[in-house]
């Protein structure tokens, strides 16, 4: 292999393939970068067998066609120290060397032929739905995925399609996040995707995307990126169960004020008792020591009776910095009962602090 490429275009694909590696032994080949030069394109992929990206980028100046591995840590080190310009990258015996001007390295490969295989997605079935919407909707319910439970289901999010609609859910088991889309589908399918490749689906796709699935993968294809990751593989809690199903009060109030209120009171302390009453909401800390913080907003509420709740002010701040209207539903039933916020088709079922 011997290519001459701009090093921005380098920084770009190494640094995108870095989620990718495993960085706790280099002795592995999952610590290294795989990269083909093929028919003007330079190919570079990068596993650790739960996840992996292979990236596609053009390239006109190819001297040899080839493969290689390098270590993908110490290629992208090597890279950022280096001047914009020209590289050349070439191996010669079981080293890869990089170049440029007076600076040159070499760096021991592996067996190219040995890197992990990625799974094949083109006779795999097709996710018919719009991948903007998806990609949107994880972001939306990404505050809300567990870290660490037990339970691995748990530490991801189920999208769940139905005959005639599919919704994206995530729940921590203090909250439940919801997005449903009412689009028919014409099949019923559950997959969990693992929170970390919710991270790095977020990261990667901003367009239009074509999305395959298998009983262990979900493949995304985009013009430059072929991303997999496993599914986890197990129950997801259902969720239909969880959601109350009569609610007293829906209360239309504006965003803005209500994180202004919050973030008053979070200057002490996170949990918080808020009263609702028929001309103001009342802001009041639940701090366990001797602090204390009260604010109120005046707001015009239909309701002729105090409603107390406590709350843990994060929860609801996570919902509000992720919707684009400037009022949403807050949906109440009662002192130390689940509530519901919700704006358009986005919703979050919240237990409360009992006071």
């Known amino acids: 292999m011997n290519i001459t490429i701009p090093n921005s275009i380098l920084d770009n694909v190494f640094t995108s393939l870095q989620p990718f590696l495993d960085k706790k032994d280099s002795s592995q080949i999952t610590s290294h ?9 330079l190919i570079a992929k990068a596993t650790d067998f739960e996840m992996g990206l292979y990236t596609i980028t053009d390239c006109t100046d190819i001297k040899e066609e080839g493969i290689a591995t390098v270590n993908g840590k110490q290629i992208l080190d090597i890279i950022k120290r280096l001047k914009e310009g020209e590289i050349n990258l070439y191996t010669n015996n079981e080293n890869l060397h990089i170049k440029q001007n007076k600076s040159s390295f070499k760096l021991p490969m592996f067996n190219a032929q040995e890197f992990p295989s990625f799974p094949e997605f083109e006779n795999l079935p097709k996710l018919e739905i719009n991948s903007l919407e998806l990609i949107t909707s994880m972001k939306k319910i990404f505050p809300v ?33 919801m997005i449903k ?13 693992p929170r970390k490749a919710i991270t790095e689906i977020q990261r990667l796709f901003f367009d239009n995307v074509e999305l395959f699935y298998s009983t262990k993968n ?14 986890i593989n197990g129950k997801f809690p259902d969720y239909e169960k969880i959601l109350p199903k009569d609610m007293q009060i829906e209360l239309n109030i504006s965003k803005a004020s209500i994180i202004e ?16 009453k028929a001309q103001e909401i009342l802001f009041e800390s639940l701090s366990q020591d001797n602090s204390e913080a009260k604010t109120q907003i005046e ?10 709740i406590g709350i843990n002010s994060r929860h609801v701040l996570d919902f509000l910095t992720q919707i684009h209207t400037a009022t ?25 602090i009992i006071l």
């Open 218 to 231: 979900v493949i995304i294809k985009s013009q430059n990126y072929v991303f997999f990751s496993h599914l």
């Open 181 to 193: 889309f009412d689009k028919p589908s014409g099949k019923n399918l559950s997959l969990i995707f």
């Open 145 to 177: 995925i567990d870290i660490n439970n037990q339970r691995r289901e748990l530490n991801g999010a189920l999208l769940d399609i139905k005959e005639y609609s599919y919704n994206f859910i995530a729940t921590d088991t203090k909250r439940l996040a």
């Open 299 to 308: 707001i015009e509420l239909p309701i002729n009776e105090e409603i107390e």
């Open 261 to 276: 209120g919050i973030k008053v009171i979070n200057s002490v302390t996170n949990d918080i008792k808020m009263t609702f």
């Open 328 to 352: 949403f539903t807050w949906i109440l039933n009662g002192k130390n009962q689940p509530f519901i916020l919700k704006s358009e088709n986005f919703s979050t079922v919240i237990m409360p």
């Open 33 to 41: 970068i795989y990269l083909e030069t093929k028919n003007n394109q």
